[in-house]
């Protein structure tokens, strides 16, 4: 009987992969005609030929991608239908249903059913596939007729051998078992804001990227156009979780770090708190605003200016109304400035042909050729520039933070040791915290055209060209066609775009990359309590219609500019138009170890929502006590048995900053290239990292150094030891020359 279920859906299972390769096929098959009708043709077809080969590979890159695992769930209902839930939605052609794809709404029954709440559900069934075959069936029984009717199939439980799997330092999804608690906030309505509070390890990440892919099929046709956006921590986190989203068939996320937020800058941590901080606090977008008021200014006298040997007078009165009349239309800095250019080009150009009409009397000066004399004068250009200088954020700022007279004159809402501060070499790289500060000046300086219009009209030129193009294909189009009306459904607008820019080709997520103004859809932002103020306000720029997922663990914060409650960091930009939900099984540390992270929290004064461990673990935490200068040479001694307690999965050493070099050189005489440079290196079985590059990762086996030093880490926040002790899924040890932090019993110290 058990032999017979399993033979039947290894059946259906092999059905369904070839139901994928036909499908498959097809894509191809349609892929390989479009690309050889090539490039004949008018522009027209070419562009929908482009698009259409777009559309098949996008296609086929999905099919490819739910290869693993493609089905793990069938329900069996009341009414006696068997539903099978995979990663994607699969049809007959004669469209009938073969496969439901996790998200549709009827789906959600497998992941919240219980015998309780059955419904409509009568058996869920796990499938653990190997390649293509079925390894394994595993059965709830929810009615429990059924229990008595059937045999059913029992195993270690999907859900704790998921959670038991070695590491391999990429996160892998989680869509075969998702819990009921992380199911409804990943179907969570889209609109407005949804924080999602929860402890280490109750699967925020996870919930967040699948809430990603769940958004994206729910809300296809507006999240198609706008895109969505993930914001990470660091590049190495984005990079843990870059897999996850593909594997759920979704390739249209764009995903950020915070300090690649900015196009065209890849920004490097701060390495000072106290830096970071500040640039992180509202006070700063104070600043950049004066910063930016400040390049406007009135001269303190009159000032002549040479124009083709005319002396013309400038005054502080005719800049000044300029000023004002520029600054009233509203427009960012840079656009403002044409206003004000324009302004005193005339009334410069009317006082040339005034003079010139003075001295030939009776000859009218043609105005044109004036205007153009005036505006190309250099004593012109350079009084107006001085007045009202154009200006990238690159430059305000690298500017405000090297001269110190401006940083003093427009930072007057900091103290003196604040400005101190904030002084840096001028070719100093940009830095995470620098990034939402060009972001705000960007905002307040607008388009900078520092080519005085050039640029402007090389887009102008490039677009009647194209223009042109296209009236002339129109005008080529085979007579037969516009008898049939293609040329009164086809403008030469149209046609131009085709022809325009290939930007105007890309999908939502392509272009939303490299557009610091794109709006997106819905953003969604992980590890949310690092962020500062200035790094929020950029983020509600980036999505006007605040529709956002918040997730992150407000104890866990680490970032000095991070926030100490949800309600200070978000009212500012929410009000209280926000929701918060809690997750609260923890999935990734066992009890004891989860237990012990909890208590030295708890000395430490932090309030911690400790989440139930949902295993019991191998191993208690071990404290190794060390004399001083002892602690890498300990390191070392222990490898061996930590590296076979990991049994082929991953170990993390994570250390104060000042003893990752040192333990790294020592690991390395020993196990060579198999230490990892940092939280990067996934293919390395040993790395060694400090806690904030911990942040976010996990792996099998954790030693943590010094963890006094860590608690003492960012003035005191005790955020970095805890998220240091709650990484591990197996194993954790303390090697520590100081005294343990409260919290940590001495009693488990191992000899
Ligand atoms: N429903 C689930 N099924 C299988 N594994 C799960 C489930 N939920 C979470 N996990 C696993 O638990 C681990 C922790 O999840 P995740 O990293 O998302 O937690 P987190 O809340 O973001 O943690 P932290 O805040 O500590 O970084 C991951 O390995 C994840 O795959």
Redesign the pocket.
């Known amino acids: 009987m058990l032999d017979a279920d399993l033979a039947h859906e290894r059946d259906y299972v092999r059905g369904l992969y070839r139901r994928l390769d036909e499908l498959r096929d097809e894509k191809r098959g349609q892929l390989a005609a479009v690309r050889k009708a090539g490039a004949i043709g008018s522009v027209q077809n070419i562009s929908e030929r482009d698009a259409f080969a777009a559309m098949y590979e996008d296609r086929l890159a999905q099919l490819d991608a739910v290869e693993d695992r493609l089905v793990f769930g069938r329900l069996d209902l009341d009414d006696g239908e068997a539903q099978y839930i995979g990663r994607i939605g699969l049809s007959t052609d004669d469209l009938r249903r073969l496969m439901v794809d996790w998200r549709a709404p009827e789906a959600s029954h497998f992941y919240q059913a219980t015998a309780f709440d059955r419904q409509g559900v009568r058996r869920r069934r796990h499938l653990i596939l190997q390649g293509r075959d079925v390894k394994a069936i595993e059965d709830d029984i929810l009615d429990s007729d059924m229990l008595d009717a059937a045999h059913h199939h029992q195993g270690e439980g999907a ?1 704790l051998a ?2 038991n799997s070695k590491r391999t330092g990429r ?2 999804d ?1 869509v075969s ?3 009921a608690e ?1 199911d409804r906030i990943i179907r969570a309505p889209m609109p407005g804001a949804l924080v999602v509070q ?1 402890g ?7 919930v967040a990227l699948h809430r990603a892919a769940y958004l994206l099929y729910s809300h296809r046709d507006r999240l198609k156009s706008a895109g969505v956006l993930l914001v990470g921590p660091s590049p190495s986190f984005m990079k843990y979780i870059e897999r996850v989203l593909p594997s759920l068939g979704e390739t249209g996320v764009v995903m950020s770090s915070l300090g690649r937020l900015m196009p065209g800058i890849a920004a490097v941590p701060e390495d000072d708190a106290r830096i970071a901080k500040l640039k992180g606090s509202q006070r700063m977008a104070e600043v950049i605003a004066a910063a930016v008021a400040n390049r406007q200014r009135i001269p303190a006298g009159d000032r002549i200016l040479d124009v083709e040997g005319q002396k013309l007078l400038l005054t502080p009165r005719q800049v000044r109304r300029a000023r004002d009349k520029a600054r009233a239309t509203g427009k960012p800095y840079n656009e403002a400035r044409n206003t004000f250019v324009k302004i005193l080009l005339r009334e410069l150009t009317e006082q040339l042909q005034s003079k010139i009409e003075a001295a030939s009397v009776g000859n009218n000066a043609d105005r044109a050729y004036l205007a153009e004399d005036v505006r190309q004068a250099r004593d012109v250009r350079v009084a107006l520039n001085l007045c009202w200088m154009p200006m990238a954020p690159q430059k305000l700022l690298a500017e405000l933070f090297s001269k110190r007279a401006i940083l003093d004159a427009v930072a007057t809402n900091l103290t003196a040791e604040e400005r101190e501060l904030l002084v840096r070499p001028v070719d100093a790289p940009w830095t995470e915290a620098d990034v939402p500060l060009l972001d705000e000046a960007a905002e307040l300086l607008g388009e900078a055209d520092a080519s005085g219009g050039s640029e402007a009209a090389r887009r102008e030129a490039d677009r009647r060209r194209d223009l042109e193009n296209a009236e002339r294909t129109l005008a080529n189009l085979d007579s037969s066609l516009r008898e049939q009306g293609i040329d009164g459904v086809v403008s030469a607008e149209d046609l131009a775009d085709f022809q325009e820019a290939p930007e105007a080709r890309l999908t939502a997520a392509e272009r939303a990359v490299g557009d610091r103004t794109w709006a997106y859809g819905h953003i969604i932002v992980d590890e949310a309590q690092e962020l500062s103020y200035m790094q929020w306000r950029l983020l509600v720029r980036r999505c006007p219609l605040k529709s956002f997922t918040i997730v992150g ?1 407000i104890a ?1 914060t680490s970032a000095s500019a991070g926030a100490s409650s949800w309600g200070s960091a978000l009212t500012p930009f929410f009000g209280d138009r926000w929701q918060l939900e809690e997750l609260t099984v923890n ?2 540390t066992p009890s004891q170890i989860a237990e012990a992270a909890a208590r030295m929290a708890a000395a430490a004064g932090l309030t911690v929502s400790a989440p139930k461990a949902v295993r019991e673990g191998q191993w208690p935490p071990l404290v190794d006590t060390v004399p001083a200068g002892e602690v890498i040479g300990r390191l070392v001694a222990s490898m061996p048995e930590e590296l076979r307690a990991a049994d082929g999965g991953l170990v993390a050493v994570i250390a104060p900053e000042e003893l990752v070099v040192p333990a790294r050189a020592a690991l390395r005489d020993v196990y060579g290239a198999r230490v990892g440079q940092g939280a990067g290196s996934f293919d390395q079985d040993i790395v060694v990292i400090d806690p904030r590059e911990a942040k ?1 990762l ?1 792996f099998d086996v954790v030693v943590v150094l010094e963890p006094s030093r860590l608690v003492d880490a960012h003035h005191g926040r005790v955020g970095d030891l805890y998220v240091a002790m ?1 990484r591990p899924t197996q194993r954790l040890r303390l090697i520590s020359s100081e005294p343990l932090p409260a919290g940590i019993e001495a009693e488990l110290a191992v000899a």
């Open positions: 859900l998921a959670l996160m892998a989680i078992t998702i819990q992380q929860g280490p390890g109750t699967g925020k990440t996870a663990d866990q999935y990734r976010g996990e709650t």
